[in-house]
């Protein structure tokens, strides 16, 4: 995981080199219990771990994307503004 900061933004970015995301995919990612089509029946569910963080980002006042590319991989960033007296 990287982190940049800067005196008014927080970013944290989560690399990972495998198979890229189907873009079909991307659009749902953050929504509770959802699974790519090429997951199959035997696999459970995704659970609401991505969806959480998401609504952890938002109710700070931040946002979460997610970028995903056979070339670059899949990466995920994270930004939460940061406020006057905070390290």
């Known amino acids: 995981m ?3 900061a ?3 933004l927080l970013e944290l970015h989560n690399e990972n080199a495998g198979n890229p995301i189907p873009p ?3 659009s749902n990612l953050f ?3 959802r699974r790519g089509p090429e997951a199959g029946a035997c696999q459970g569910s995704l659970g609401p771990g991505l969806f959480i963080t998401r609504q952890i980002a938002l ?3 931040g946002s ?3 970028r995903s590319t056979l070339e670059e991989g899949t990466t995920f960033t994270v930004r939460l503004p ?3 007296g905070q390290r």
């Open 64 to 66: 979460i994307h997610v």
């Open 6 to 8: 800067t005196r008014s």
């Open 24 to 26: 079909e995919t991307l």
């Open 2 to 4: 990287k982190r940049r």
């Open 82 to 84: 940061r406020h006057e």
């Open 59 to 61: 109710a700070h006042g």
């Open 31 to 33: 929504e509770p219990y």
